[in-house]
């Protein structure tokens, strides 16, 4: 029903198709790519080599296919933007909404401790998981959730606050509702759109500080590409050699914009208040 | 400027057609409507929600919601101008220089970070020109005029620290500081008390004569038009039905909708019309509260630490028979629908409330378990003012009436959907609208669906908590009778918290007057009502607005006025407040007073 629903709305089709196609291309990538993304050519190269009929989207410093390196590089992305936003959200609402019904002490404690993981520096925490761990793709999608959740707390907390003390709450509650159907049935559905908009949102910047930990060496591990460390890893190329920055900008770009656009739609089609006027 | 002699007229309005764009297209909310407004006078523009009355209002200021809302023909011409026509930045001199407006809910038309002194003197000094000293003079003078306690210390005080009348208050002289020469107000005393709002009703009235100033009054209550109109248009459905004097509305009405707009007035008739009390010995009580208190702590400061107790009930105690209304009256923060509350444990309280008898389930709400809690929830249910609000906007109508059978574990899933139909039946729906979804039906139909809700249960007692204060007066009385019928029918005993006193009138067997937290009269609502013993009750009954415009001249009434006075007490005390508790005199038949 929901797809029917997606399948009706043009921008909304237009981000599922984009995502179908980055999927299967994450998946088919052994047979789409045309070369090896990781392997070097024994040849030295000054510059990156520009676009050719050999080279479609040309080369990077070190001689690697560019086109491949896209290809693969949705893999990475697309497990760490999904994965790591995913889990982020499901920490963050499921912290703030504790503690926005249930303020009190526990709602206290949980906010203390949203607060202190806000100001602890996300890059140091980072740093510090990496240390602790074996770097693996699955440590960056943790060290990502770890320190994104914190913002989506605070929110979806404001947010319960309010919804919490709406006549209907009370309502169910004199009907002898549990906390959990409060929780789950009552308030948890009415933050969805709250969530849509962060894990949409979320995409970009996860992608970002991927980027960024890649930088630093604690991200995805080299020579294995992701959007983000070739964004990274190119960027003092811009001047010389700029498709090496805009194309995977443009693909974390695109990828960003194809999820908010179903995200858009998702939060039309599951608000009953708006059933019929489209 | 020309001098406004009275009767001149000073706005004429003539054919104003206003349309709002919404997704099936234009809807015209407002249909050639015309009427005029003479210097001196105050014309009523009555109706129902939908009518387009604040509409109205907003066309005349330009205020009209930007995109939406668009005028599409007419004109209102207000000293040889017209209105409709004029730049926003032309509208932006005349609104609070020569046409004010004040609001329903006074707390959220004034800024609640600014001193009510910086908002008064705001406008005086962008509108007249004035310097802040000569600003801060004319702010101190309008406060004066309209009756505020202390007017020097107000000047210094934001929002939060006024209590409602005092905030309309602070709104009238802010409208009135710039001595317009017309007054919109848009239902300014519904979110009032009602003693509160007989006093504003005087002070406009009093302004008026002091000043000249036209008002425009727009209201749903009938009972305030008797009170304050010289003149009345009728509205409905955006078109005028109906103008005239008030006097002539009131004895005559020509269109079938003003008659019955009055007809469904509930009017009130000194108790006379109350459905008899039942013999309090006669059965056991199905409710039977003794010494029920509840108290809040305000914290605040550094360290969290109390520094204000809020007595909202001190050891009150009721019963309420099967088949019987009890009534909980009194003005806000009376503590009357945290009674409500209690009873349904929604708010933790100490005290001994006994549901058919049984003995009392534990002391205290916080040592309930959540069996025992759901066994009184079985029995006593809650309907609230609005029910918009009380329905989850996310459920179709039909989860929304089964859910409490699911969440007592309540027959099979075809048995509840049964269930629902039935239900639906029984409160005047049909079961083919179980699917759909509470935005998609009226305000007297949601009602209903609350009631049906309440009902799915097959409690014994509903806690009505200002059930029909949001309806409009026609639909009002519809619930009132299901309620009845309900009642009749099912055995049903109601806790009617209300602070309309004709509708408790029409709808109680008793009644308990409550004040600061405790009960101050409780008898036979015959009684209470038609013989007032405690000051408060007949200072509550004589703000009471009556439906009749000749009424406006007796002297009793007059009389009456002269008690409505002073501010609604406040239950917010100091940490070491210890009430002092009433003693009863009993008057017989049940009729106690608080000596």
Known sequence: MILGAILKRKPALLGLVIIVLF??????????????????????????????????????????????????????????????????VAIGALIGVTAGYLRGQVGSLLMRFTDLMMAFPALLLAILLAAMFNPSIWIVVMVIAMVSWVQIARV?????????????????????????????????????????????????????????????????????????????????YFESAPWLVFLPGAAIGLLALSFNLIGDALRDILDPTLRGRH | MILQKSGDIL??????????????????????????????????IAGESGSGKSVTALSLMGLLPKPGGRITEGSAHFLGRDLLTQGEREMSRLRGNEISMIFQEP????????????????????????????????????????????????????????????????????????RPKILIADEPTTALDVTIQAQILELMATLQRETGTAIIMITHDMGVVAEIADRVVVMKKGEAVERGTTAEIFAHQHHPYTRA????????????????????????????????????????????????????????????MPSETLALVGESGCGKSTTGRALMHLVPSVGEIRIEGEAALG???????????????????????????????????GDLVIEPLIIHNIGTPQQRREKAAELF??????????????????????????????????????????????????????????????????????????HDMAVVERISHRVAVMSMGQIVETGPTRAVLGNPQHPYTQKLL???????????????WQRNRQRIEGEVPSPFQSVDFTPSYVTYRDLGGGHLVAA
């Open chain 2, 363 to 397: 002391q205290s709400w916080g040592r309930k378990s959540t069996a025992e809690l759901k066994a009184i929830r079985r029995r006593v249910q809650m309907i609230f003012q609005d029910p918009l609000a009380s329905l989850d906007p996310r459920m179709s109508v």
């Open chain 2, 261 to 320: 707009l009055l007809a469904a007035v509930p009017t009130f008739s000194q108790g006379a019309a109350a459905p008899m009390a039942p013999d309090l010995t006669a059965a056991k009580p199905l409710i039977d509260v003794t010494d029920l208190t509840v108290r809040f702590d305000v914290k605040g400061g550094f360290l969290q630490r109390v520094q204000q107790r809020v007595h909202a009930v001190e050891k009150i105690n009721f019963k309420v």
């Open chain 1, 156 to 236: 979806v907390y404001a947010e319960t606050i309010s919804l919490a003390e709406r006549e209907y709450v009370t309502a169910v509650r004199a009907a002898g509702a549990s906390t959990l159907r409060i929780l789950f049935r009552h308030i948890l559905p009415h933050l969805v759109p709250t969530l849509i908009v962060w894990g949409t949102l979320g995409i970009a910047t996860t992608s970002l500080f991927e980027a960024t930990l890649s930088f630093l060496g604690i991200g995805v591990q080299p020579p294995t590409p992701s959007w983000g460390n070739m964004v990274n890893e190119n960027q003092t």
């Open chain 2, 107 to 178: 707390m959220t038309s004034l800024n609640p970070v600014l001193r009510v002194g910086t908002q008064l003197t705001e406008g005086l000094v962008r509108h007249l020109g004035l310097s802040q000293s000569e600003a801060r003079a004319r702010a101190l003078q309008a406060l004066d005029a309209v009756r505020i306690s202390e007017p020097q210390r107000r000047l210094t005080q934001y929002p939060h620290e006024l209590s409602g009348g005092m905030r309309q208050r602070v709104m009238i002289a802010m409208a009135m500081a710039a």
């Open chain 1, 23 to 88: 999927v299967a291309m994450a998946i088919l990538a052994p047979w789409l790519a045309p070369y090896d993304p990781t392997v070097t050519p024994d040849i030295t190269l000054l510059h990156p080599l520009a676009p050719d009929t050999q080279f479609w989207f040309g080369t990077d410093l070190l001689g690697r296919d560019f086109l491949s390196r896209l290809i693969y590089g949705a893999r990475a992305t697309l497990i760490i933007g999904v994965l790591a936003n995913g889990i982020a």
């Open chain 2, 425 to 498: 039946r029984r409160v005047g729906l049909t079961p083919e609208q179980l699917s759909r979804f509470p935005h998609e039906f009226s305000g007297g139909q949601r009602q209903r669906i609350c009631i049906a809700r309440a009902l799915a249960l097959n409690p014994k007692v509903i806690v009505a908590d200002e059930c029909v204060s949001a309806l409009d007066v026609s639909i009002q009385a519809q619930i009132l009778a299901l309620m009845q019928e309900l009642q009749d029918e099912l055995g049903l005993a109601y806790l009617f918290i209300s």
């Open chain 2, 542 to 556: 004589a703000a009471v607005p009556i439906p009749d415009p000749a009424r406006r001249h007796a002297e009793d």
């Open chain 2, 11 to 44: 706005l004429d309005v003539r054919g104003l057609s206003v349309e709002f764009a919404s997704p099936r297209g234009a809807v015209r909310v407002i249909d050639k409507l015309s009427f005029d407004l003479r210097a001196g006078e105050t014309l009523c």
